[in-house]
């Protein structure tokens, strides 16, 4: 099983629907957790951080957090094409050093006119 | 502005070349690191350093020489040895802490013929 899992996609969606990207991961003591997007060819960009259970929101993103069933999710309201991209999800586990965060291979986003 | 800094863009260099992909930060972070992402594959951990003049080996650190002789520079060494070289390889740095996310420089493609 892999640490960090996503759906590689592509995931489509109509412009100004909701997105709702993934991750799920196997270490049940990870305490932080990050969403980076990534445009093709750039490096990645960091867009939300959670570590409570609950959900965070900042501007149209909300992040969803569930440590009982270990995911985390992103949802992206009113979606652009300007949104379309990959998103990485990146988890820092329990075990091993704190240093290293672990990050799912990513789930591209396609933001349809 | 605070950054990392990666040198160069692009890269090319013939088999068997030994080459050194730069990276400089200005964020005064401790904790540095080198990853590479190859297509469908997400991003994999080459090294990292948490402070200056120590670092340990990632998940995929052979063939692949670092050094960090200064808390900003943390340059990445190609050698022959490696087998598949081509890629896209991203600098990061974060501070300490479980809850602190990486932050990427803009990354450099290498080309190997």
């Not at chain 2, 990632?58 to 060494?77: C, N, Q, W």
């Not at chain 2, 087998?83 to 290498?110: I, Q, W």
Request: proline share 4%; with cysteine.
């Amino acid at each position: 099983q892999k640490e960090v899992e996503q759906n590689s996609g592509p995931l489509s969606v109509p412009e100004g629907a909701i997105a709702s990207l993934n991750c799920t991961y196997s270490d049940r003591g990870s305490q932080s957790f990050f969403w980076y997007r990534q445009y093709s060819g750039k490096s990645p960009e960091l867009i939300m951080s959670i570590y409570s259970n609950g959900d965070k929101e900042d501007g149209r993103f909300t992040a969803q957090l569930n440590k009982a069933s270990q995911y985390v999710s992103l949802l992206i309201r009113d979606s652009q094409p300007s949104d379309s991209a990959t998103y990485l999800c990146a988890v820092n586990p329990l075990t091993g050093t704190a240093s290293k965060l672990t990050f799912g291979t990513g789930t591209r986003l396609q933001v349809t006119l | 502005d605070g950054g990392i800094t990666q040198s160069p863009k692009y890269l090319f260099r013939k088999e068997g070349q030994n080459v050194t992909l730069s990276c400089e930060q200005n964020l005064n972070h401790d904790a540095m690191y080198w990853y590479r992402q190859d297509p469908g594959q997400g991003l994999r951990l080459i090294y990292y350093s948490q402070i200056v003049n120590d670092f340990q080996k990632g998940d995929i650190a052979e063939g692949y020489s670092v050094s960090r002789e200064k808390k900003e520079s943390f340059p990445l060494t190609v050698t022959s040895a490696q087998k598949n070289p081509t890629a896209f390889y991203l600098c990061a740095s974060r501070e300490e802490g479980r809850y602190s996310p990486l932050h990427f420089g803009n990354g450099t493609r290498l080309t190997v013929t």
